[in-house]
């Protein structure tokens, strides 16, 4: 997967939610009051601007959310973590998930690794407000997700020869031939043949879920970006 989670904590019905102005008030550590913009519901659970800029902070790919953001750059985060709820709304109602604290341990390192160094990490988290106990909560949901798609469509995909035959022979043999190279033998290039053909199955399975999954949610556009 290729992508952050963010957590909304607010469950409350639309309807009501509809009648809040699309805001929300929040206590920054100052004391000052800051208004928090609901951008969308998915069935029920709000996404917030906070949130897409705390997405966008934890992805040492994404431009730094500290400053001023595209709406292009929030619209792509936003159709990203639509996707994320709906599998982490479905995760939650497995038997025994659960997220142990090393599992988000592990995590928090991942995600430092990826930024030049820790404190710049620490910088850019405490730039858009991310404390230390919703970071917690946003690796977890990253855990929880991750779980989820290892038990229900990891486990599942199998590969087989005759699959990494004919892409061994019909697309990367061609590819690297009109590159005016020589193809290496199948069995140096098994292993990772057989890999991508199975992330291209998982993603695949992933995103019939997510079509079929949008079509039975409840999901709710409240403001413009």
């Known amino acids: 997967m290729k992508r952050l989670i963010s957590i909304a904590v607010i ?19 100052e004391g000052q ?23 966008l902070a ?9 400053g001023v953001v595209s ?3 929030l619209r792509q985060k936003l159709d990203i ?6 599998i982490a ?5 497995v038997p025994g998930a659960e997220v142990t604290p090393e599992e988000v341990d592990k995590k928090r390192a ?20 991310l404390t230390p106990e919703r970071i917690d909560l946003l690796l977890r949901e990253m855990v929880l997700i991750e779980k989820f798609i290892g038990f229900r469509f990891q486990a599942f995909v199998f590969v087989t020869e005759q699959e990494i035959e ?7 043999v061609p590819k690297i031939r009109k590159e005016g190279q020589v193809p290496p033998p199948l069995d140096q290039v098994r292993d990772m043949i057989k890999e991508n053909l199975r992330v291209a199955k998982v993603n695949e399975e992933i995103d019939r879920y997510l079509t079929t999954a949008r079509q039975r949610a409840d999901i709710v556009h409240l403001a413009e970006l």
Not at 166 to 172: C, D, M, P, T, V
Request: with cysteine.
């Open 11 to 29: 469950r409350t019905p639309a309807a009501c939610l509809a009648l809040l102005a699309l805001c929300l008030l929040h206590a920054p550590a």
């Open 33 to 55: 009051t800051l208004v928090d913009q609901i951008v969308t519901l998915v069935n029920d659970e709000t996404i917030t601007r906070s949130d897409l800029l705390w997405s």
């Open 58 to 66: 934890l992805d040492a790919r994404a431009p730094s959310p500290a």
């Open 71 to 73: 709406p292009e750059l």
């Open 81 to 86: 973590m639509i996707d994320q709820r709906l």
């Open 89 to 93: 709304q479905e995760a939650t109602k």
């Open 110 to 129: 991942e995600i430092i690794s990826r930024f030049p160094s820790e404190a710049a990490f620490r910088e850019r988290v405490q730039s858009v407000g």
């Open 166 to 172: 004919r892409y061994y022979n019909e697309e990367l």
